[in-house]
């Protein structure tokens, strides 16, 4: 089975600001008094024809269509898979948390066959993250989403097949071996 990623496109909700305040939407989730006070430099504000024009962006995905979708990973649950598709998403989001040096991780990851039947294509689509910082986005949990993960991660053979370093600290591993082999 091969990946693709959904196609997207950005939209903006906003308007032109001459004597009030932009107000995010309640379909945005934004909280319209937290958005006031934000420092200008985090607000997402562009100059145009010399105005000011406050604006919340959205991601915008295609519609998923009637076919049957499978959900690999929650907000805070990374189930174990061992069939081909499940452990690439494993490991992928094994890769993708060591690649950005510990400080992200993937989560909620679902996908839909593209219904296409000669070409298996799972579309990857909804995916959400988890940074330390916890400013990605809806959903991100900061460093309590990251140790989810790493907590609930269990290696794959397409880990070790990439050549993965493992999620835990050596003291970690060194601990949870111990573990093991007393109770074995």
């Given at each position: 089975?091969?990946?693709?990623?959904?196609?997207?496109?950005?939209?903006?909700?906003?308007?032109?600001?001459?004597?009030?305040?932009?107000?995010?939407?309640?379909?945005?989730g934004?909280?319209?008094?937290?958005?006031?006070?934000?420092?200008d430099?985090?607000?997402?504000e562009?100059?145009?024809?010399?105005?000011?024009?406050?604006?919340?962006t959205?991601?915008?995905?295609?519609?998923?269509?009637?076919?049957?979708?499978?959900k690999?990973s929650?907000?805070?649950?990374?189930?174990?898979?061992?069939?081909?598709?499940g452990?690439?998403?494993?490991?992928?989001?094994?890769?993708?948390?060591?690649?950005?040096?510990?400080t992200?991780?993937?989560?909620?990851?679902?996908?839909?066959?593209?219904?296409?039947?000669?070409?298996?294509?799972?579309?990857?689509?909804?995916?959400?993250?988890?940074?330390?910082?916890?400013?990605?986005?809806?959903?991100?949990?900061?460093?309590?989403?990251?140790?989810?993960?790493?907590?609930?991660?269990?290696?794959?053979?397409?880990?070790?097949?990439?050549?993965?370093?493992?999620?835990?600290?050596?003291?970690?591993q060194?601990?949870?071996?111990?573990?093991?082999?007393?109770?074995?």
């Amino acid at each position: 089975t091969d990946f693709e990623v959904t196609d997207f496109i950005l939209a903006r909700e906003g308007h032109t600001v001459s004597t009030g305040v932009f107000t995010p939407s309640p379909a945005s989730g934004v909280d319209s008094t937290a958005y006031s006070t934000l420092p200008d430099e985090e607000k997402e504000e562009l100059i145009g024809n010399s105005c000011l024009i406050s604006s919340v962006t959205w991601l915008l995905e295609r519609e998923r269509s009637n076919f049957q979708f499978r959900k690999f990973s929650g907000t805070l649950d990374h189930p174990h898979y061992t069939d081909k598709q499940g452990a690439t998403i494993n490991s992928f989001q094994h890769f993708t948390y060591l690649y950005s040096n510990r400080t992200l991780v993937l989560a909620d990851i679902q996908a839909s066959e593209s219904g296409n039947p000669s070409t298996h294509v799972a579309i990857l689509f909804d995916l959400m993250s988890h940074t330390i910082d916890g400013n990605s986005g809806a959903g991100d949990h900061g460093e309590a989403g990251i140790k989810s993960f790493v907590n609930q991660h269990k290696c794959v053979q397409k880990c070790a097949q990439m050549g993965l370093d493992s999620l835990k600290e050596p003291e970690e591993q060194s601990e949870a071996d111990e573990d093991a082999s007393e109770s074995g």
